[in-house]
């Protein structure tokens, strides 16, 4: 039985469970008079049970973010409605139907308003019960893969630290090997070990790097797939702007290197891959653009990790501010990123003034990821 079901079928033996009660304690107070009716069991608790759900559904929408102003306007709206509820239940179909009790008094606006209020604050106070418990056992449960992911992460870690020095030491030792034999395979050699170095030096407790280490080891992959092959690849790689003392948040750019490089046409020569890097220091923007035409043929399986975790990233780093925009037909991809950028360690930004940029990311940040 799947989970929602449990909770549903748990939630129907509990009101019946409620309601038994009820009647109990209605038979216990005046056994001589009271008649059982299914009507008066059932519609007895029909408004409670409406205004208790409606107040976890308001709580749910207006709490978390709190929401003051709507807040009370709903929960005024809730009262108006269970109001209502009561009167339709008290005067329209308690007539029609065998009930406990004497006969229902003669109706007044105020008169009625005041223990319809006092239900009304006690279930709210309840669904508000119900509400604060289900996201606690909410909050602990992300915890708790929280936690699990954080192992996960630590044992992954551990594992690819196994012998770094000696992966580096071993790909010197072909390098001096190879390069009597061929320079070009001794280069590509260098390259690979460039590469890993910078992967595998990457400080956790550092959340930025220099913008010109990005954009060195993003020279190298494009020059280890051009090596893979035989330079045939048509991709232009352009940097225009002052990247020195320049950092950003490490190994975004590559992820969308590689974005372009696994599913993007790099062969054709009259429609080439393209990268633009702009870095602008006056006002402290990094401008990436991308465009590539797509693979003819079969499409490599991808899990689509690397842009979720770019997503992921940006909006821990950055919140609203920062534009991730792609766009894809059924011909070719473009991607387009603006972020800040940081001199150094620190935001050369001031976040009172942003650029025109960024003005409708604060409002409508865009992620349009496939």
Not at 79 to 89: G, I, R, S
Not at 293 to 306: A, D, T
């Amino acid at each position: 039985m799947k989970k929602k079901h449990r909770i549903i079928i748990f939630h129907v033996i509990f009101w019946l469970v409620y309601m038994l009660i009820s009647t109990l304690i209605e038979f216990a107070l005046n056994p001589k008079d009271y008649v059982f009716s299914i009507g008066d069991f059932f519609f007895s608790q029909f408004p409670n049970i409406c205004t208790f759900y409606l107040c976890i559904l308001v709580y749910s929408k207006y709490i978390n973010p709190l929401k003051i102003t709507s807040l009370i306007i709903v929960i005024i709206s809730v009262y108006l409605f269970y109001y209502l509820n009561w009167y339709v239940t008290a005067y329209l179909i308690r007539p029609l139907i065998k009930a406990n009790g004497g006969p229902t008094s003669t109706f007044h606006v105020w008169t009625f308003a005041v223990p319809v209020l006092w239900l009304y604050i006690k279930y709210s106070f309840f669904a508000f019960g119900y509400y604060y418990a289900n996201e606690s056992i909410k909050h602990q449960k992300r915890l708790r893969i929280i936690e699990k992911e954080k192992h996960h992460a630590e044992y992954a870690f551990l594992r690819a630290q196994i012998n770094p020095h000696f992966l580096n030491n071993t790909l010197n030792f072909f390098y001096a090997k190879s390069l009597p034999v061929s320079a070009e395979l001794a280069n590509g050699i260098m390259t690979l070990s460039e590469i890993m170095h910078y992967s595998l030096k990457q400080d956790s407790e550092d959340e930025t790097t220099p913008i010109d280490e990005e954009i060195t080891h993003i020279r190298n992959v494009i020059n280890i797939n051009q090596l893979r092959f035989n330079n045939e690849l048509q991709i232009s790689f352009e940097v225009h702007g002052r990247s020195a003392n320049i950092r950003i948040i490490p190994l975004i750019l590559i992820t969308i290197v590689e974005n372009v490089l696994k599913h993007g046409n790099c062969n054709d020569a009259s429609n080439p891959a393209k990268i633009i890097l702009d870095v602008n220091e006056e006002n402290g923007l990094v401008h990436v653009k991308t465009y590539n035409s797509k693979k003819k043929g079969p499409k490599e399986l991808s899990s689509g990790i690397g842009m979720k975790n770019i997503r992921k990233r940006l909006t821990h780093h950055y919140g609203k501010d920062c534009i991730l925009s792609i766009q894809e037909t059924a011909t070719d991809y473009s991607l387009e990123m603006i972020l800040y950028a940081y001199y150094n360690k620190k935001a050369i930004y001031n976040t009172d003034n942003l650029s025109p940029l960024l003005q409708p990311v604060k409002t409508k940040p865009q992620y349009p990821l496939p």
